[in-house]
């Protein structure tokens, strides 16, 4: 028998209990019989697995409560097998099995989502180029350069408040106001995450310029829709660059 073989028998064995033809094969270590270390593997592999999920979707955990959603993770995680040896790369498609298993929670795939990303950003590569005070001049020419972390979020429901309140009482979450559009903008800074929440306008335009508009197009065509005042358009480009989401610009590709 090969290795792979091996291997694959001693995978299947921890994660659904069948042994068969595998006891020959293990020589266990120490006073333990073969079926003793097998159980020793076949309780840390899902308690891992719920331990990886558990990280990443912590505020789910929190709206849940310890029950529910160790017997969700206990569930997806019998359908749903390890293939990376990153466990952080682990629950990837746990969302669209919260939607499925909770669906009356009408926000909770989409929070999930959101947990997501923020593990995504939070864990991913950190732009460590140094912002430029940005210059606007030429407006018809000027583009803005964006941190690479930086993600925009349009969601349907408000998710962030939970998130935000995770660490608290869990009572908490009976009181936020979830069912109305929340627009975010996400990236990460100095090993931390920065989160704002922008207007519905501010969002057209911040993602017109991430598009590549230049700034006078961005404006303009976000001013076609909503009312922007210069006071506003400063605040926003001032905080922008002195949270680092831009980083400089440029005139041209």
Known sequence: MSLKEIQNLFSKAIRTGSRSNLGSLII??????????LEVYEKAYPARLSEALSEIYETIWWILGDANFFEACEKFIRANDSISYNLSNYGRNF???????????????????????????????EDLSIPVQPKLKDPEELRLKFNRSCQLISNNVSVYPFWKNRKDDPLIAKEIEWNK???????KKNSELYIRELSKAEFTLVSLLKQGRTLQQAIEKTAETFELSEQN???LFRELYATGVVTGTFSEF
């Open 28 to 37: 266990p270590g120490g006073k333990l019989s073969v079926s003793a270390s």
């Open 181 to 187: 559009n929340e627009f975010l903008i996400l990236h």
């Open 95 to 125: 969302p669209d099995f919260l939607r499925i298993e909770f669906g009356k929670i009408l926000f909770i795939g989409v929070l999930a989502d959101f947990e997501l990303i923020i593990h995504d950003v939070f864990h991913g590569e």
């Open 233 to 235: 358009l400063q605040d």
